[in-house]
């Protein structure tokens, strides 16, 4: 099933063009409101699962064109995302630590929505495509042979990073702005997806693809990422698992940008970049600026607008390469 949520937070799945909206079928799951409702299905799927099954089965549904998609995944307990995650096309010689850090749950978005570039003085903004992981019970110091049994379904995210803002917690600084995080189109449950380490990403900026690989080439694979996160903190149903990006293709994101993430059997994720500062840099990918051109620093530098620097931006210290790079 495809899970979806639309308009004033309906929720729904998705039956080939059309919509069939479930919330009333889960009035006895206790909410806030129902942007909660996602994660208490989750938690209790096997109780409902054939009572939606019989509904979507009976009712056709609203046509999808003309809804107001919103995130499936509005309110998530965590976001754990896997850093540097990827064997980078075979670049990296061999896989770095296993490493996360956590987003702000209130930075999520939803397709069509916009990521908001504030006055902030960073280097550049970016975003990293990524398929998503759902958890689906509470995982506590899972091991990595039983870990796929506790995973719910798999969504699209964009993991956006504002960077260069050198601080004692740049993670922080960097990572958990308001906006910086687009999820969705669809959840889309893990039985619609025979392998998740087999799955093609692309991102494309107006139009033109920027990244583009597959999930095969993830370093840590989904059962260790879910064994390790789980020995730190306990994961609960609805958390979302970002799994990491291969940095070659990661761009500038300037404002006017319209960008679509699809992940192969998940859908297409359509994102709108605003910058009232309207700055600007060449719209080129990491790979073209160090491993094509042989340029420092780990992207290109600002062209115009505040915080440019002119020729000094087109030379990064050691300490910028390494702190850019996730």
Known sequence: MKFLYFNDFKLGVLKGDNVVEITDLLSDIPVRDSRDLINGLIENFDKYKKTIEDYIDQNDGIGLKGL???????????????AV???????????????????????????????ELTDIPATI??????????????????????????VFGYTNIIDGSARGLIASNFFFSMKSRASYTPVGPYLVTKDEIDDPQKLQIVLKNNGEVMQNFNTDDMAHKIPRCIEWLSSIHTLEPGDIIATGTNHRGLNPF??????ELEVEKIG?????????????????TRKVHVEDRGLEGAHTPQLTGKYAKGEEARVSSDKDRKLTSI
Do not use: Q
């Open 68 to 82: 107001k998609l919103r995130s499936p995944c509005p309110r998530p307990n965590n976001i754990d995302c896997m």
């Open 85 to 115: 995650n990827y064997m980078e096309d075979g670049t990296r010689k061999e896989p770095a630590p296993i490493n996360a850090f956590h987003k702000a749950t209130s930075t999520v978005i939803g397709d069509g929505d916009t990521m």
């Open 125 to 150: 903004f970016e975003g990293e495509a990524e398929l998503a992981v759902i958890i689906g019970k509470r995982a506590e110091n899972v091991s990595e042979k039983d870990a796929m049994d506790y």
């Open 254 to 259: 300037m404002d006017g940008d319209h960008i």
């Open 268 to 284: 297409t994720l359509n994102v709108h970049i605003n910058d009232p500062l309207k700055r600007t840099w060449e719209r080129v």
